[in-house]
């Protein structure tokens, strides 16, 4: 056994989800008969409606989105199964072979369908809002006009439908060779072969020179790639940038925020804010350099614990650490959280072959959603649990929406993962009482939210500068990327943080660029607008939870200013990030008061 490498057993071992509330399994005959379902429902939905969609009533048109949700419901049960199936066997072809083919199915039953989106986006203004304002319709009064939005960035049916194939054979099989490449991956340590999660999690390790080892190793593996991930990188910026000429998207990240339903105004305000609170990044870290007695304080440094902070948690630990915190904020939250650990909703084990990261998967309404984790037992494992599960308590209570307005835009996406994190955070504060661990599990915290408001943001300027560059330089070099990636790395952190040579390669592994392009911000703004919510919660407890409860039950069903109005808070409020931002001023004042009397 060699020191610091092999992770201690946490019981999270043998926690595997059970995808049979899905399919039996991967060989279960309804995964074919619902794609042929809904490949014909899709086809006897395009006769209907394709002669006259324009001619239809309040009460038809109802029906038709109906008609609509179903077949898309069909298509994405399927999709959930396959895509879950393939997350956790990344490193055998048959699972992503079987996801390829579901992905090509998936895409000629939807261009079926495509005809729908251009034919209601032709109904004329006045007409389409007396259609809108009918009561009829009223389930379907907020998905119908925000489709109206993209108006004049559709192309024609046959256009759109060649740019949806091309997707499939193009962009998604770029991904997938990065997930894979990534998969794949062994990164040698100290006479072991670590996978890309595994290397990563020693970042966090009390050893330094275990760290300092790991981030070597880390960047060393990455180097050896390099070609394979920065043609990704390049295949992916240029497929994005033709698909924002052909849709007349006037900036690269025009799309998503069209889907976030914010302003580019609200975007530019956020990022603006945020910058011009870098300083108290190089603030906490010199503090933190202090706090280890190391100068200067390297890049694999800055998730170091404390020293005599080192607490690891099983997962039957983390499991009552997380439940009573959110069970404490509303028994009915609680009771959903149960579920989810009790019925196999949850992958937490840590094996060859599975995806890093964590995520939740809202599934369909019929169903429920699943969370996948990598659980090794630190405090920032236990908050990861928090944060997928209030995703997932979220997607649960938005069901009631239905499949196609369940779903929540980014911009309100995060805040219940957010909001699980800081009540979770709270309880393991309560429990604590030695005043050194007290300092640990704050700093901790500072760094998640710092990771989740000024890293994110950092990687949202590297993106914008990405994609500017790869538009008006053409194919990116990785010298030039890393180049671009250390540019809007380093203005957070000041002098506070020295980097190692090899930390030029990280960008190369963050998945959002390649699968999400433009995500990340919305990290930034679900942490703040979260912050913005436990600064009401904290005022008055029982008039928030309801109004907080009813926000996630929304769902994607109203404007995200319209789903944050039931609990009291005002997206158009300019000092709404203010506001938030010192909140995380003053936990970096308690930190330093913390460390006086350490």
Same mark, same amino acid.
């Given at each position: ?18 995808? /049979? ?13 619902? @794609? ?30 109906? !008609?609509?949700?179903?077949?898309? !419901?069909?298509? /994405? ?134 760290? +300092? ?98 607490? +690891? ?42 995806? /890093? ?41 938005? +069901? ?25 955070? /709270? ?31 950092? @990687? ?139």
């Amino acid at each position: 056994m060699v020191k610091g490498v092999n992770q201690a057993a946490t019981g999270a071992e043998q926690i595997h989800w059970r995808l /049979g509330d899905l399919y039996a399994g991967v060989g279960d005959p309804r995964l074919t008969e619902d @794609m042929r379902w809904a490949d014909n429902a899709a086809m006897r939905f395009a006769e209907v409606y394709r002669p006259g969609l324009g001619g239809l009533d309040a009460a038809q048109l109802a029906a038709a989105m109906a !008609q609509l949700e179903a077949i898309r !419901q069909r298509i /994405g049960r399927v999709g959930t199964f396959r895509y879950l199936s393939y997350v956790t066997h990344a490193d055998q072809p048959a699972y992503g072979a079987a996801l390829q083919a579901y992905e090509e199915a998936a895409t000629a039953i939807q261009n079926q369908l495509i005809f729908f989106d251009i034919a209601w986006n032709a109904v004329e203004d006045s007409r389409a809002e007396s259609l809108l304002a009918d009561p009829a319709l009223a389930h379907w009064s907020h998905l119908l006009r925000n489709w109206r939005r993209y108006r004049d960035h559709l192309r024609s049916e046959s256009e759109e439908q060649i740019l949806s194939e091309k997707r499939v054979t193009g962009r998604a099989l770029w991904e997938r060779l990065f997930d894979e490449t990534l998969t794949e991956m062994r990164f040698p340590l100290r006479g072991k072969q670590l996978t890309e999660q595994e290397v990563l999690t020693l970042l966090s390790d009390p050893d330094r020179e275990l760290r +300092r080892d790991a981030a070597e190793s880390l960047s060393k593996g990455l180097e050896g790639r390099l070609h394979t991930l920065t043609t990704c990188f390049n295949a992916v910026l240029a497929d994005k940038a033709l698909d924002d000429r052909l849709h007349r998207y006037p900036h690269w990240l025009s799309d998503r925020n069209l889907s976030n339903e914010i302003s580019d105004k609200m975007v530019e305000a956020l990022e603006h804010a945020v910058v011009g609170c870098y300083g108290l990044v190089a603030r906490y870290y010199r503090l933190k350099a202090k706090l280890l007695k190391v100068s200067p304080l390297m890049d694999y440094d800055r998730y170091a614990p404390l020293p005599g902070d080192e607490r +690891r948690y099983d997962w039957t630990e983390c499991q009552r650490i997380v439940l009573a915190a959110v069970t404490d904020f509303s028994p009915e939250l609680g009771a959903i959280g149960q579920r989810f650990f009790a019925e196999g909703w949850i992958d937490a084990a840590l094996v060859p072959g599975k995806r /890093g990261g964590a995520f939740a998967h809202p599934v369909t309404p019929d169903v429920h959603p699943y969370l996948m984790v990598n659980y090794t037992g630190t405090v920032r494992d236990v908050m990861t649990v928090a944060h997928e599960l209030g995703h997932g308590i979220h997607q649960y209570l938005a +069901r009631e929406q239905g499949y196609m307005n369940a779903d929540t835009p980014l911009t309100t996406a995060e805040t219940a993962s957010v909001f699980g994190e800081m009540l979770t955070f /709270g309880q393991l504060m309560r429990e604590e009482q030695d005043p050194r661990r007290r300092l640990g599990l704050l700093c901790g915290k500072i760094e998640d939210t710092f990771a989740t408001v000024f890293r994110q943001m950092a @990687m949202h300027r590297f993106e914008e500068v990405m994609h500017g560059a790869r538009r008006a330089e053409g194919e990116l070099s990785k010298e030039r990327l890393a180049e671009l990636w250390m540019q809007t790395q380093t203005e957070q952190f000041a002098d506070s943080i020295q980097f190692s040579p090899g930390y030029r390669w990280w960008w190369s592994y963050i998945p959002h660029f390649i699968g999400s392009p433009g995500y990340v911000y919305a990290y930034a703004f679900g942490e703040l607008l979260t912050l913005a919510l436990i600064q009401r919660y904290r005022a008055a407890p029982a008039d928030f939870v309801p109004g907080y409860i009813a926000m996630l039950k929304l769902g994607g069903s109203k404007a995200p200013a319209e789903v944050v109005a039931t609990t009291g808070i005002d997206l158009e409020d300019p000092e709404i990030w203010s506001r938030a931002l010192d909140y995380m001023v003053g936990m970096v004042d308690e930190a330093e008061k913390l460390a006086e009397v350490r």
